[in-house]
């Protein structure tokens, strides 16, 4: 459902907008959150005036002047911006990547002084207003509300879901809480903020708004909220001293705002947003500036602005605010979102964040993968260190993934190792069993980016296994436990499906490389058999077969069992390029081989093949994924499931599985997805997206081995200096 915006006007009528700021103008897709096509400094939009309807300005910031000059000069509208409601998942504050803005024609909304968009909007008379306002859109934004209020989802969603909140535990800063009173809320802000200035609030206000609450809950705990950019003594406050002579307790932990808010009882506020938070909550608030969301009747309002003259439904303001008057747009695709799409995606975060909740002792990882890997790893309630430990910590502040400002790392929680480098016994090591830490594997995913690992490039999928790894059936792994224990619903096979028509409609593989070539194809009447190489020393080998183990030995196998069969042997491409051992003797080639292509990518040599066969290659995956016949000698993940024939039977696996339960879980549920341009964790079904934009952009390189070699040491470089 298409949320009705008056914002969808700014679409139509602008094509250029100008934006003096260069902070503005270096917003990801900040022309998809304005509406325009094109977002220019003044001395780029000389030559294009004509087009030009609009100026972009930050808020009430001081160094818009010159923006408002220049707009009034030329005679064209301001369009002021702020943040979104919902800004981002970034551990940097001023990332420049946000998943929305707002924009208003009139003026901003934390400025009480004059109207804006938002206040008139909510000031219209009632048939006006519920021409915008459904039936259908109050009911979009009441499920939305409350999603969103499920989710514990904030402005800065980077927050830690961890910490003790203080109506129900000690903190670092106060005594353990009698948890028979109430708790009454006292939100402090940071001293001369634009949205205290222009929102009719000073220090003498936040001293009455303390003291109000003391006197008028008696009977509960106050509790003041302290800013953290006040602990951390980037700003100052109003509140801290004088709650420290009244006796008043403090807290300061950069905790989940929304967390926060849902153990307490009341809350007193200036202008701070986390008031109109407290509101989605459900809780009473009493303000003492004047907010944007005073004076519609929701709130017990100190200073009421005289303007606002109409009553509003918690459901009709969030509407207005995050609906009517708000843009969202992807940060990983560039495509607009609607609200639901972009409280998904924060949903996303937060599981990645949990999932990732560990003090990551990391060992046996390459230097130009670490940096890759520590976004993956990131966590508020986490943090990462490369190397062997020297004691039980270390010092180093610019691993750790939670936002904190500290001079010594955590003591690890984790271990974990790229595959079987460190921590190879299938018994715990003295040192692991010393410490009794669980130890994490990481490997890449099966869509894993557009060019081969062994050339450097960055890894757009990886999996993070607890229990063992996908291509060792020794021993368990997560994916195996997935595939013997998860019972997949209608919603998930649904969108299996759809993923897989996507990848086959994108004809991706794992690596995508290859090129489009004119194969060479046998008399009808002929089975034509495709044969996959592998690296030889590669890990799903050496623990995944237990006969057939090399490529030479593979192919004469096939030849065995299908005497008259045309076949046709495929090389790894890291073979190929000479990067890792598996080369096959001419004359067995010779021999047992129709045809031998090294160079044709995998994709179509499995669309024009009537069988597949392998060790325990993912091209029996992507041949499964094309309706083939598939033949396993090893036992890869997707063996044991009854969609192959395998040659070596794994015992465990005794569930029989559809090919699109095995894709719900072998591509969504298991691995994780990171857009290495913009660090946030992302869907396979926009990877898919970003894999076929980046495919275009290296068709120049694919076959040319000079500039293969010095694409390799720029992708080095790309991974020691990555920072999204």
Request: with cysteine; proline share 4%; hydrophobic share 35%.
């Amino acid at each position: 459902m298409v949320a009705v915006s008056s914002q969808s006007q700014i679409q139509s009528q602008t094509a250029i907008a100008v934006a003096f700021s260069r902070g503005l103008r270096a917003i990801r897709h900040v022309e998809k959150l304005v509406g325009v096509d094109q977002v220019l400094s003044p001395s780029q939009a000389k030559t294009q005036l004509e087009d030009v309807s609009c100026v972009l300005v930050w808020g009430r910031k001081s160094n818009t002047a010159a923006a408002l000059q220049y707009a009034q000069e030329h005679q064209l509208d301001v369009v002021y911006l702020e943040d979104g409601w919902i800004r981002s998942s970034a551990a940097d504050p001023h990332s420049r990547i946000s998943y929305s803005l707002l924009k208003d024609r009139t003026g901003v909304y934390y400025d009480s002084a004059v109207p804006c968009d938002l206040e008139n909007l909510l000031n219209l008379e009632s048939n006006a207003f519920r021409a915008l306002a459904t039936d259908e859109q109050l009911g979009y934004a009441a499920r939305c509300r409350e999603q969103l209020v499920a989710s514990n989802i904030t402005k800065y969603n980077f927050t830690s879901n961890c910490k003790f909140i203080p109506s129900r535990a000690s903190t670092p800063l106060m005594d353990t809480s009698d948890e028979s009173k109430k708790q009454v809320l006292v939100v402090d802000q940071t001293r001369d903020d634009a949205s205290v200035r222009y929102g009719a609030m000073d220090a003498n206000g936040f001293e009455a708004m303390l003291h109000a609450a003391i006197k008028e809950n008696n009977d509960a705990e106050i509790v003041v909220k302290v800013h953290p950019d006040v602990i951390s003594g980037r700003r100052e406050g109003y509140l801290s001293d004088l709650a420290c002579e009244l006796g008043v307790r403090l807290y300061s932990d950069f905790v989940n705002p929304m967390r926060l808010l849902k153990h307490i009882d009341k809350v007193y506020v200036g202008t701070s947003q986390l008031g109109y938070e407290a509101l989605l909550c459900g809780k009473p608030v009493v303000v003492f500036g004047q907010p944007f969301y005073s004076g519609w009747g929701l709130t017990d309002d100190r200073n009421p602005v005289a303007r606002r003259t109409r009553k509003r439904s918690i459901d009709e303001l969030f509407f207005a605010t995050h609906i009517a008057l708000a843009t969202y747009c992807n940060p990983v695709t560039g495509v607009s979102w609607q609200l639901h799409e972009c409280i998904e995606h924060v949903e996303l975060q937060q599981r990645m964040f949990t999932r990732n909740a560990h003090h990551f002792d990391c060992v046996g990882i390459t230097a130009w993968k670490q940096k890759y890997i520590r976004q993956y790893l990131r966590s508020p309630d986490g943090s990462v260190s490369f190397g062997r430990n020297r004691g039980n910590k270390r010092k180093s502040l610019e691993h750790r993934t939670d936002g904190a400002v500290q001079g010594e790392q955590p003591r690890a929680t984790a271990r974990l190792t790229w595959g079987y480098r460190a921590f190879s016994d299938v018994k715990p090591t003295e040192s692991q069993a010393d410490s009794g830490l669980p130890v994490f594997r990481l490997e890449d995913g099966f869509l894993r980016s557009s060019g081969l690992g062994s050339d450097f490039n960055a890894p757009a999928s990886l999996v993070v296994d607890g229990l063992g790894m996908y291509f060792d059936p020794a021993r368990p792994s997560e994916l195996e436990a997935l595939l013997s224990q998860h019972d997949c619903t209608p919603a998930e096979i649904f969108r299996a499906v759809s993923l897989k028509k996507l990848i086959l409609s994108s004809r991706l593989s794992k690596y995508n490389v290859g090129t489009k070539s004119n194969l060479l194809l046998p008399a009808p009447d002929k089975v034509h058999v495709l044969v996959v190489g592998q690296v030889e020393d590669d890990e799903s080998i050496r623990r995944g077969c237990d006969g057939v183990r090399k490529n030479a030995d593979l192919l004469i196998a096939v030849r065995k069992a299908m005497p008259d069969a045309w076949i046709r042997y495929k090389p790894h491409p890291d073979v190929v390029a000479g990067n890792r051992k598996g080369a096959v003797e001419k004359s067995v080639l010779d021999e047992n081989a129709n045809a031998v292509d090294a160079d044709a990518s995998i994709v179509d040599c499995i669309e024009v093949c009537d069988e597949l066969h392998t060790m325990t290659s993912l091209s029996g995956f992507e041949a499964l994924l094309r309706g083939k016949r598939v033949v396993t000698y090893g036992t890869p993940f997707y063996a044991g499931w009854g969609l192959t024939e395998d040659h070596q039977h794994n015992d465990r696996r005794t569930r029989r599985r559809t090919l699109d339960e095995l894709v719900y879980l072998s591509l969504i549920a298991y691995p994780r997805y990171v857009d290495i341009d913009t660090g946030e964790f992302t869907t396979p079904e926009d990877l898919v997206q970003t894999i076929k934009n980046r495919i275009a952009m290296n068709k120049h390189i694919s076959g040319k081995w000079s500039l293969r070699q010095i694409n390799k040491v720029v992708n080095i470089v790309k991974g020691l200096r990555y920072a999204p």
